[in-house]
T-cell receptor
Framework: NAGVTQTPKFQVLKTGQSMTLQCAQD?????MYWYRQDPGMGLRLIYY???????DKGEVPNGYNVSRLNKREFSLRLESAAPSQTSVYFC???????????FGEGSRLTVL | EDQVTQSPEALRLQEGESSSLNCSYT??????LFWYRQDPGKGPEFLFT???AGEEKEKERLKATLTKKESFLHITAPKPEDSATYLC????????????FGQGTTLQVKP
């Protein structure tokens, strides 16, 4: 049982480049989330999708876009990467109505 | 503004030395407080959910408690394998299930 799978695990970008982080879950969860984690800042919500077909902004959405491709997949896109987007990105999912999130292993992004 | 603050930032214990981690919150309407454990290089892993003041949950050497203003994660006779970062999060009334996380407490247990 894979749970939440994120790709890639590591990525180095140059300022201005674009990329997409992929996330897929196999637990039939309705809600999916993208967080970033920075030292001393804790986990901050970028975007979330309460159910298939809906997406909403979190605390720090600027510079990002998301797509809920289907019930399983939720992608995060950086259109023009900036050094401030250097971070560890976590995808998570849950059954609707609970705070018991299941997290992926993280994607470590460095923007030079 | 909804806020979650954890203390201390870091804690070093000897094996067997019991202690507590604190999570204080100021939110408009609490719909659950959650504790997670995060090992280095991994995603957070769910531990407990608490919904109302006075509620307690236990798992092995860990016990989580909740008051109207804060939660404690008590660690009894810790072992080196309890070393990790412990994250607290709250779910607030009026949102659609998203969580607000504290900064975490990094626990190191020395043998």
């Amino acid at each position: 049982n894979a749970g939440v799978t994120q790709t890639p695990k590591f990525q180095v970008l140059k300022t201005g480049q674009s990329m997409t982080l992929q996330c897929a879950q196999d637990m039939n969860h309705n809600s999916m989330y993208w967080y970033r984690q920075d030292p001393g800042m804790g986990l901050r919500l970028i975007y979330y999708s309460a159910s298939e077909g809906t997406t909403d902004k979190g605390e720090v959405p600027n510079g990002y876009n998301v797509s809920r491709l289907n019930k399983r997949e939720f992608s995060l896109r950086l259109e023009s990467a900036a050094p401030s987007q250097t971070s560890v990105y976590f995808c998570a999912s849950t059954i609707s109505g609970t705070g018991e999130l299941f997290f992926g292993e993280g994607s470590r992004l460095t923007v030079l | 503004e909804d806020q979650v603050t954890q203390s201390p930032e870091a804690l070093r214990l000897q094996e067997g030395e019991s202690s507590s981690l604190n999570c204080s919150y100021t939110v408009s309407g609490l719909r659950g407080l959650f504790w997670y454990r995060q090992d280095p290089g991994k995603g957070p892993e769910f531990l407990f959910t608490l919904y109302s003041a006075g509620e307690e949950k236990e798992k092995e050497r860990l016990k989580a408690t909740l008051t109207k203003k804060e939660s404690f994660l008590h660690i009894t006779a810790p072992k080196p394998e309890d070393s990790a970062t412990y994250l607290c999060a709250v779910r607030v009334s009026g949102n659609t299930g998203k969580l607000i996380f504290g900064q975490g407490t990094t626990l190191q247990v020395k043998p």
